[in-house]
């Protein structure tokens, strides 16, 4: 869009010139008509002329009039237009000029006092008469530096074009007299990015609140008896009155972006260099790391030592829940693990995940050593249908990863042309893994969940049980199979 506009005034300005250029031709040949036109008559100065040349000449001469005149108000209107076109190609050049300028100077302060500069983005393209979009974040979070554990605060903001394009970001940290009130931080961050637009010389904006009590004191819908909201409030008022146009709506999208600035704003302040080394602590271990030692959340931000991480995923893939942060127990995604795992218990999450998706009466694995798959009966009696036409009726299922065919009711291998009553009699499979299982399970006591099929033992208590995979409640031996 800020390529077409510069094309368009380029070529505004092009036009001007030509239009320029011809009418100045046009008047110098005029000029030079006029100089002949006098040269000959006073040459002839001793003839006297007739009447009829006399007319002639004075219709000439106010033709000529006519046309100069013509050609001075396409002169002035050429004027116009190259002075139109230099108008806009400047304001181009100042805000590329503008954003260059921020892109060099980075987070320096803002001379104006209240607010900072801010950091920038890829810029589109300003217009007087686009309605920029102004969005901000500020947050509260209990932090650690060194050994103090206290209260730290920060925002992030965004400005966007009418199309919500990021053009610029920034983030700040805010001081210990706002803390007490969430409330206070986020009109404070409301006020910062306000007077940041201005500072932008932004005309007309709509300012996105995520807060329904924040957006209510904006568009002056209520009005807070504490002092120092109040305050906060009228400053936010008086910013308002210093846009040509100014809106406030409820937020539209996510705003994680928003933040992870606020977050990271709030980060700095729980850092601290001894002998020119940066460290941060652990909220877990107490123990100080230096940041590239961390490990941060991408769901929710919190940072955690590597090792206290590593300990989380170990924990947590020997009873299953997902994993999760230690700080908040927001799930972390498997592909976010990668840092904190080895490739062997990523597999296993994938595995777990998959478990997760897959109903617990409908889970088949694969009795095949080297295997074990996991599968749904339903697919996978679809499946092994290409093969097994009978296989609704006799059992036999074919594995979807390596192809091993097998009885579902034996969890053996697939014995062709016998019943699985008949096959338990023969010596194939007295001799095989399933027998074997089977025996030790009727010598110790065994017991096989009715509802998931896993296997357990009593080691003490009441001989109840509650299956832990659906949350089932308590289910009596003899509710159980054997």
């Not at 009228?234 to 992870?260: C, G, H, N, W």
Request: charge should be negative; glycine fraction near 6%; include cysteine.
């Amino acid at each position: 869009m800020g390529k077409d506009r510069e094309l368009a005034t380029q070529e505004k300005v092009l036009v001007s010139k030509i239009i320029e250029e011809d009418a100045d031709l046009c008047l110098e040949l005029q000029l030079q008509e006029a100089i002949t036109a006098s040269a000959l008559e006073s040459t002839a100065g001793g003839c006297e002329a007739d009447e009829t040349n006399y007319k002639v000449d004075r219709l000439g001469y106010d033709l000529s009039l006519t046309r100069l005149a013509q050609e001075s108000e396409d002169r002035l209107l050429a004027q116009k237009l190259v002075n139109d076109g230099k108008k806009d190609l400047d304001l181009l050049l100042s805000d590329k000029k503008l954003v260059h300028g921020m892109m060099q100077g980075g987070d320096k302060p803002s001379k104006k006092k209240g607010h900072e500069k801010a950091k920038t983005m890829p810029v589109y393209s300003s217009s007087i008469h686009e309605t920029f979009r102004l969005y901000s974040k500020g947050l509260v979070s209990e932090g650690h530096l060194k050994d103090e554990t206290r209260l730290f605060g920060g925002f992030g903001a965004s400005i966007c074009d009418s199309y919500d394009h990021p053009l610029v970001e920034m983030k700040k940290a805010l001081g210990d007299e706002l803390l007490a009130l969430p409330e206070a931080v986020e009109l404070t961050a409301i006020i910062h990015v306000l007077g940041w637009s201005l500072d932008l010389d932004l005309r007309r904006v709509t300012l996105y609140c995520d807060d329904s009590n924040i957006l209510a004191y904006v568009t002056g819908k209520t009005q807070s008896e504490d002092s120092t909201i109040a305050k906060l409030v009228e400053e936010v008022t008086s910013l308002q009155s210093r846009f040509l146009s100014f809106k406030a709506l409820p937020v539209r999208r996510d705003i994680i972006s928003l933040v992870k600035l606020a977050k990271d704003a709030i980060t700095s302040q729980t850092r601290w260099i001894e002998d020119g080394v940066e460290w941060e602590t652990c909220p877990i271990c107490y123990d100080y790391s230096q940041p590239q030692e961390m490990y941060e959340v991408p769901t929710c931000f919190h940072r955690v030592c590597m090792v206290c991480m590593r300990k989380q995923v170990t924990g947590l893939l020997h009873n299953w829940k997902g994993t999760q942060c230690p700080c908040c127990m927001t799930e972390i995604r498997i592909e976010d693990c990668k840092p904190i795992a080895d490739p062997a218990q990523v597999n296993l999450m994938i595995e777990r995940k998959r478990e997760d998706m897959i109903n617990i009466a409908d889970r088949v694995y694969c009795p095949n050593p080297s295997c074990s798959f996991l599968m749904s009966k339903r697919p996978l009696l679809m499946e092994t249908r290409r093969v097994f036409l009978d296989a609704a009726e006799s059992g036999a299922r074919k594995c979807m990863e390596c192809g091993f065919c097998f009885c579902i009711n034996c969890a053996t291998k697939w014995h062709y042309d016998l019943t699985c009553l008949q096959f338990r009699k023969t010596k194939a499979y007295k001799n095989s893994d399933r027998s074997d299982f089977e025996a030790a399970a009727e010598r110790y006591g065994w017991k096989t969940c009715s509802v998931c099929q896993t296997t357990v033992e009593l080691a003490e208590g009441c001989k109840h049980m509650t299956c832990s995979s659906v949350n089932m409640s308590s289910v009596t031996p003899a509710d159980q199979n054997g």
